[in-house]
């Protein structure tokens, strides 16, 4: 777009948390989630992670031409527009859970056991596959807006 700056603000950050919110919301609460969530090893984890870097990397710098992430503002070599992507894409379905009590919901409706450690695991691996869609939303936001 012609005089839109493509510098990382922390309005963009407010973007991103609008679109991964909007779009991880229906994906916190639903059943099939957790049940899937449950079901899943470590190396299904490692795929949705790569899997959420990899749509996040090309939403942001391959489908708008105009970033380029050699010129952006970097922590340890990673572009802070692209940190912050993640944060918000794995902490959107984070916050949502938490906050609408959904480990211990559905721990407790799939049989599984209620101790601390097995929720903590139930919930990292919902909170994987909810990203996937949460990062959708939150990159869609900020190169939109």
Same mark, same amino acid.
Not at 91 to 107: I, N, R, Y
Not at 132 to 138: E, L, N, T, Y
């Given at each position: 777009?012609?005089?839109?700056?493509?510098?990382?603000?922390?309005?963009?950050?407010?973007?991103?948390?609008?679109?991964?919110?909007?779009?991880?919301?229906?994906?916190?609460?639903?059943?099939?989630?957790?049940?899937?969530?449950?079901?899943?090893?470590?190396?299904?984890?490692?795929?949705?992670?790569?899997?959420?870097?990899?749509?996040?990397?090309?939403?942001?710098?391959?489908?708008?031409?105009?970033?380029?992430?050699?010129?952006?503002?970097?922590?340890?070599?990673?572009?802070?527009?692209?940190?912050?992507?993640?944060? =918000? @894409?794995? &902490?959107?379905?984070?916050?949502?859970?938490? +906050?609408? $009590? /959904?480990? %211990?919901? !559905?721990?407790?409706?799939?049989?599984?056991?209620?101790?601390?450690?097995?929720?903590?695991?139930?919930?990292?691996?919902? =909170? @994987?596959? &909810?990203?996937?869609?949460?990062?959708?939303? +939150?990159? $869609? /936001?900020? %190169?939109? !807006?």
């Amino acid at each position: 777009m012609v005089g839109r700056s493509k510098r990382y603000r922390v309005a963009d950050t407010a973007q991103q948390v609008v679109g991964g919110f909007l779009l991880a919301g229906p994906f916190v609460v639903t059943e099939e989630v957790w049940l899937l969530a449950s079901r899943m090893q470590w190396f299904h984890v490692l795929t949705t992670v790569v899997i959420v870097f990899a749509i996040g990397y090309g939403a942001l710098y391959e489908a708008d031409q105009g970033r380029d992430p050699d010129r952006e503002a970097e922590v340890a070599g990673i572009p802070v527009r692209f940190v912050s992507l993640m944060g =918000v @894409a794995y &902490g959107s379905v984070l916050v949502l859970a938490l +906050a609408f $009590t /959904a480990p %211990s919901t !559905f721990s407790a409706q799939l049989g599984l056991p209620t101790a601390t450690l097995a929720v903590a695991a139930l919930t990292a691996k919902a =909170v @994987a596959v &909810g990203a996937i869609f949460s990062v959708v939303g +939150a990159a $869609t /936001a900020d %190169s939109v !807006f």
